[in-house]
């Protein structure tokens, strides 16, 4: 089974080893760099296989209002997809925004416009667990990758 806790040491290379291993999700290195950097001042969730196991998979936080919270980026090894890793970690961080006083959780990602497979069956994966897309800025992240918000009610 799996541990959810909050890490504040080695989150950057945490980041940097697991995005760099998911290169369909993650395969532009400005912004896995861009990811490493933002994610040292802000609160890591990770997901270990067991107390003392390897880390698995993480979720990065970002509080930006008083009532909503983003889960930032977060990664999950390849051989840990569709294990419940993921679902108990943006399980911990709705825990973790409600306690800061979050309403609501919002997470960005690829809108269905580009077809790409790999960000189809991420956006499912954030509907099956309760995310509701709101909506697209087509030219956020440049044309060729538009940008869904979705959000969650906490």
């Known amino acids: 089974m799996f541990e959810i806790v909050e890490t504040h040491e080695g989150k950057g290379l945490l980041c940097r080893e697991i995005l ?55 990664g999950v090894r390849r051989e840990w997809h569709r294990r419940g890793c993921g679902t108990m970690l943006f399980d911990a961080a709705a825990r973790l925004a409600r306690a800061r006083g979050s309403r609501f959780l ?25 995310f509701l897309p709101l909506e697209v800025f087509p030219a956020l992240w440049g044309t060729q990758n538009p940008c869904l918000l979705m959000i969650k009610p906490l």
């Open 106 to 130: 919002t997470v960005k990602t690829l809108a269905a416009t580009n077809p790409d497979p790999n960000y189809r069956l991420t956006r499912q994966f954030y509907e099956k667990i309760g």
């Open 20 to 74: 760099e291993s998911l290169p369909e999700w993650f395969g532009i290195p400005e912004a896995i760099d861009a990811y490493v950097d933002g994610v040292e001042g802000q609160p890591m969730l990770v997901c270990k296989e067991a107390s003392d196991g390897p880390v698995v998979g993480f979720l990065s936080l970002r509080f930006h209002t008083p009532v909503a919270a983003e889960a930032y980026v977060l």
